[in-house]
């Protein structure tokens, strides 16, 4: 059984930082790309970014590019997501995916964590 447990999440003002964090534990196969998606109050989940299992090939969505970086630490079996620069829209609950190569699609992707709350204030 793959668990994925994201934890950074919390309260800041705009214009601010967050470093969240998803540890993968269980049966890890040989490669998998990694995600970043992210769901505010009354809006569907919307794709963040991802990364390949090397990190060489990682995607943004056009709202976080420049302010965000996804890289991940395969010895550590974790996923990283640097938030810079933010803004209120970026509240919302973030979570990180598993999946078998990387998609900006939430139905590619298997396994997912229960999500961290990432509120921003003006």
């Known amino acids: 059984q793959v668990q994925l447990v994201e934890s950074g999440g919390g309260l800041v003002q705009a214009g601010g930082s967050l470093t969240l964090s998803c540890a993968v534990s269980?049966?890890?196969?040989?490669?998998?790309?990694m995600a970043w998606f992210r769901q505010a109050p009354g809006k569907e989940r919307e794709f963040v970014a991802f990364?390949?299992?090397?990190?060489?090939?990682?995607l943004y969505a056009d709202s976080v590019k420049g302010r965000f970086t996804i890289s991940r630490d395969n010895a550590k079996n974790t996923l990283y997501l640097q938030m810079n620069s933010l803004k209120p829209e970026d509240t919302a609950v973030y979570y990180c995916?598993?999946?078998?190569?990387?998609?900006?699609?939430?139905?590619?992707?298997?396994?997912w964590g229960q999500g961290t709350q990432v509120t921003v204030s003006s």
């Open positions: 995916a598993r999946g078998p190569r990387g998609s900006v699609y939430s139905a590619r992707y298997d396994y």
């Open positions: 269980g049966y890890i196969s040989s490669s998998y790309a």
């Open positions: 990364s390949s299992w090397s990190g060489g090939n990682t």
